[in-house]
């Protein structure tokens, strides 16, 4: 299934709110390459049904439910993987939270509390985890997926932008001192992609209107489109291994 460039046959990935949008997408794509892909998210007939759809379609995944805002579902996730495979080359963070839409000074403790948790914890430990089993095998790739807001905070979604922030400083510090041990890490910087999860943006004319006017291209991204950039990241042509590469999604936004 794999091509000779992005050839994934024998790697084991594991992708996080891989049950719809850009981590569907992402698992779809690195199970075409021949990876065996682990789906997940808090929902796991969602899963189930995305792994359902790779199998049919020739290739190999399964559901595993993993909510990365419990430390406890972060730790089983990964020590089912260990136990079951032995192994994990590829760790996509891409399950994120944006409980609050509105101004910033509105922001109360539970929508803070809660996005800090999945989108900066839960990628910290969940990296942790897979790093050190990977470090076992010896090396890996992890991609974090950020967004644009990281770079330019969005409007109506403070908290959100601050935690993609992080992910990126998280990225650079992952990078340089899990480089010298095979594990690569990398960001991917979505711009307005369109999901269910970034459905406000494209119900609020003026925020989507302010969009169109920073995009060259003048059009939103699909899912797929991110997929790609993460498929270079995790395959052998990103031969690397020090430093870190920040892949802002350039042709789609400014």
């Known amino acids: 299934m794999g091509t000779n460039l992005f050839d994934l046959s024998g790697k084991v990935a594991l992708v996080t709110g891989a049950s719809r949008g850009i981590g569907e997408a992402i698992a779809r794509l690195l199970a075409e390459q021949g990876a065996h892909v682990i789906v997940s998210s ?4 969602d899963c189930q049904a995305v792994a359902d759809a790779i199998v049919a379609a020739g290739g190999k995944a399964e559901a595993l439910a993993c909510h990365v805002g419990k430390m ?7 020590g089912a993987i260990e136990k ?10 891409n399950a994120a939270t944006n409980p609050y839409f509105g101004h910033i000074l509105d922001t ?3 929508a803070y509390t809660k996005t800090v948790d ?4 839960g990628y910290f430990f969940t990296s942790v985890a897979a790093g050190n089993l990977m470090k076992k095998n010896g090396g890996g790739a992890i991609v974090n997926v950020a967004s644009v807001n990281a770079l330019q905070p969005g409007e109506k979604q403070g908290i959100y932008s601050i935690t993609k922030a992080a992910v ?3 990225t650079k510090a992952f990078a340089k001192e899990c480089g010298p041990l095979g594990i690569r890490v990398n960001a991917l910087l979505p711009g307005l992609t369109k999901t269910k999860f970034s459905g406000a943006l494209f119900n609020d004319d003026d925020i989507y209107d302010n969009w169109m006017a920073r995009i060259p291209l003048r059009r939103h991204a699909e899912p797929s489109e991110m997929a790609g950039t993460v498929l270079y990241l995790v395959s052998n042509a990103a031969s690397y291994t020090n430093g870190e590469c920040i892949v802002v999604d350039g042709g789609l936004t400014l």
């Open 72 to 78: 406890e579902d972060i730790d089983a996730a990964i």
């Open 168 to 170: 990126v400083n998280m």
């Open 118 to 121: 999945v989108n900066i914890r």
């Open 84 to 93: 079951a495979h032995g192994r994990l080359d590829i760790l996509v963070n």
């Open 108 to 110: 109360d403790l539970a």
């Open 42 to 45: 808090r929902n796991i007939a």
